[in-house]
């Protein structure tokens, strides 16, 4: 048998082998292969031949180099016999292997005690079943999943970012670094002040007319590293906006103010008193006034009917959520709304602050990757130099350079720190991170949930807090698109995956969104790109499982006729059964939520460049000015000095108006 061509029984057809360079990783025709054979094994049936390409489309968007260098190195390992013989036991190179075998493959490797092979499976599986269900093909048009609901509408843009088509220098007073829910808000509140600003935002302009709502674009094309990033042991995947507007354009609208209790412990932790004089209270209404948060504007999915139903069963609480829209349909078509709203009901800084900053003057950059800040060394005055702009990188490649008064960074609580690193900060940056854990149940219920469509959130429960202290995690629901529910749904065969995907349509879950209290740490490689090192503490895992088994527990009194959790070897129980219910809980114990053991979600990066009077325990001061450089601001989640507890858009908005307000004091 040769390597690179497939010649086993069954084994999907190969692509061209004289490509020698397909798809974004950079990948050859025979690393290709060797995902076709291995997707082939995932997938059983629902294999389509799109899916490799797909896969290698994906893995380029990988936020670390050095990961995709590894993994395409294992692939082009696999299509060896030396390769194949030492991460199989069998010198037959992968490629030319059945799918029957390569799902036994996959299932070993799945639950390897090795973690390099581990996490083999744990870096390929989630690529295939993503390509496979993300978009339209034999394996999503078996969930029942209707797809996009028509065309985007035919409105014009209202935003006129550059896009430099060349090597360009701009002068100003301020650049901000991202456009999201901090660099939106500060974009517009200095411009507002007379200041010249510029973003700098490294994703592209979507506006309504462009939101295709096709799954795996969407991610692709909205998404930061295309969603493909993950804690460094791949134990949680991350995910965050990278467009003009950042999260606040793909985020669920949930407007929740920084609970008093937090900012109390924000202040104690930080130091700064504002957190609690008044000043971070009156920035929060002035943001929520400016987004029309309102609670009258939740009409809930079925997802979130069957969420109220368990939990008023139980006698526990549940309320509406409050959302920053305006004039929201809230029908089946707003489920879509993660992958950008058509209609512009969601407040998003696209249709707020960055249309008020480009009315007042700012000018708005997008595919600009701001590399580092340029910082001018300083003598004496305590900080060791003065931020003087951003050199960024433009997406067809140019150099862009921007000299400025003051730099805010405000690219989130990722890729402020990846930034900061790169222009030669330490101290407490990035550490600190905390990432708001989460994971579900899921019920499966006699009637159509048909859970990616209808209001993103409108229930949510903090029943838990009042057992379990500020820390317990809330139940919230989310809208899960064939894509993402794949990627959640734990893989153990291909024909369990599929069969449980082809019953999708009539499945609901409880949300468990974690507080955790441990923290993780942003590190640039080599390479500058971020590497997140975070783990699940014991405390904090703990926690999780005790929300799990409370999810479970508000599915069977909404109806489900079987609960499960989403750990590798998937425990459930059928309602009504005492002794399965007990065994239940038992399995998730033991299981817990360790990596190749669940997958867990983070939609919420937080506090990894915290702010704080403390040099030594945060990475700006209480004026947001960094300790390091003087100049340089943060203005994103990455100030939070620990995990808000609850969806951080709002107090984000309301740390960034508030670092406004000090920067304009400074400059003027
Ligand atoms: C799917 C999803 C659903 C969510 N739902 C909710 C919700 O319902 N309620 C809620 O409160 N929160 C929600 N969140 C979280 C919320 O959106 C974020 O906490 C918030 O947007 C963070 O604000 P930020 O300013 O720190 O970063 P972001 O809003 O993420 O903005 C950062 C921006 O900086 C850009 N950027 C990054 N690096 C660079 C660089 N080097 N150069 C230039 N630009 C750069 C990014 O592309 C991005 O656009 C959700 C998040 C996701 C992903």
């Not at 048909?450 to 919230?476: C, I």
């Not at 190749?596 to 001061?621: E, K, N, W």
């Not at 309301?654 to 000090?662: G, S, V």
Request: aromatic residues 6%; contains cysteine; hydrophobic residues 40%.
């Amino acid at each position: 048998m040769t390597s690179g061509a497939f010649t086993g029984e069954g084994a999907p057809p190969s692509p061209d082998p004289t490509r020698t360079d397909q798809g974004g990783a950079g990948a050859t025709s025979r690393q290709e292969a060797v995902l076709a054979a291995l997707a082939a094994g995932i997938l059983g049936p629902a294999y389509d031949p799109a899916v490799p390409g797909r896969m290698l489309e994906i893995l380029g968007g990988t936020a670390n180099r050095r990961d995709r260098e590894r993994l395409l190195g294992g692939l082009r390992a696999l299509d060896t016999r030396a390769g194949a013989l030492a991460l199989t036991g069998h010198p037959a190179p992968v490629s030319g292997r059945p799918p029957a075998a390569a799902e036994t493959l996959m299932a070993r490797w799945a639950g390897s005690r090795l973690p390099p092979l581990r996490q083999l499976a744990d870096a390929i599986g989630p690529v295939a079943l993503l390509a496979a269900y993300g978009w339209p093909g034999p394996a999503r048009d078996a969930t029942g999943y209707p797809g996009p609901l028509g065309p985007a509408p035919d409105v014009p843009r209202r935003l006129h970012p550059l896009v430099p088509d060349g090597d360009l220098e701009l002068a100003c007073d301020v650049v901000v670094v991202g456009s999201g829910a901090g660099g939106g808000v500060v974009a517009a509140e200095l411009a507002r002040a007379g200041l010249d600003v510029v973003v700098l935002e490294k994703g592209g302009y979507a506006a309504e007319r462009d939101f295709t709502h096709q799954e795996g674009d969407a991610y692709r094309d909205l998404y930061l590293y295309g969603s493909t990033l993950t804690t460094d042991d791949l134990g949680c995947r991350i995910l965050a906006g990278s467009t003009l507007g950042g999260g606040t354009v793909v985020n669920y609208s949930t407007s929740f103010p920084t609970p008093p209790t937090v900012l109390a412990e924000w202040a104690a932790v930080s130091g700064v008193d504002a957190f609690v004089s008044g000043e971070v209270a009156a920035s929060l209404d002035a943001v929520a006034a400016r987004l029309g948060v309102t609670d009258t504007q939740s009409r809930p999915a079925v997802r979130d009917r069957l969420l109220e139903q368990g939990l008023a069963r139980l006698g526990w609480h549940v309320a509406p959520l409050p959302r920053n829209v305006r004039g929201c349909p809230q029908d089946a078509g707003c489920g879509w709304c993660g992958f950008g709203c058509r209609a512009g009901a969601k407040q998003s800084t696209l249709v707020t602050y960055l249309e008020e900053a480009e009315a007042a003057g700012a000018r708005l950059v997008t595919g600009a990757d701001a590399r580092r800040v340029l910082v001018e060394p300083l003598q004496g005055g305590g900080r060791a130099g003065r931020a003087t702009g951003v050199e960024a990188r433009t997406a067809a490649g140019h150099r862009l350079v921007v000299r400025a008064r003051a730099v805010v960074a405000a690219a989130g609580a990722i890729e402020t720190p990846a930034l900061l690193l790169r222009s030669g900060l330490g101290g407490q940056v990035g550490r600190h991170l905390r990432l708001h854990p989460g994971t579900a149940a899921v019920g499966v219920f006699d009637e159509p949930v048909r859970w990616w469509e209808g209001t993103l959130q409108a229930r949510y429960s903090a029943q838990l807090r009042q057992w379990l202290g500020p820390y317990a995690p809330m139940f919230e629901t989310v809208p899960a698109h064939p894509g993402v529910a794949a990627v959640a749904l734990p893989w153990r065969s291909a024909a369990d995956h599929r069969a449980m995907m082809e019953r999708s349509a009539n499945l609901s879950l409880v949300g468990v969104l974690g507080r955790d209290e441990g923290a993780g740490r942003v590190r640039v490689d080599r390479a500058g790109d971020p590497v997140v090192r975070w783990r699940l503490g014991d405390t904090d895992r703990a926690r999780l499982v005790a929300g799990v088994l409370s999810a479970g527990e508000v599915l069977a009194a909404a109806g489900a006729t079987e609960v499960f959790s989403l750990q590798r070897r998937r425990p459930g129980f059928r309602p009504g059964d005492a002794q399965g219910l007990r065994d239940w809980r038992t399995a998730v114990r033991q299981a817990g939520y360790g990596p190749g053991r669940a997958t867990l979600f983070s939609y919420h990066q937080m506090g990894s460049c915290r702010i704080g009077t403390d040099p030594a325990a945060s990475a700006v001061g209480p004026d947001h000015r960094s300790h390091e450089v003087d100049g340089l601001y943060v203005a994103d989640a990455s100030l939070f000095p620990t995990a808000s507890g609850v969806n951080p858009m709002l107090s984000v908005m309301a740390l960034a108006h508030r670092a406004a307000a000090k920067l304009a004091a400074h400059l003027a």
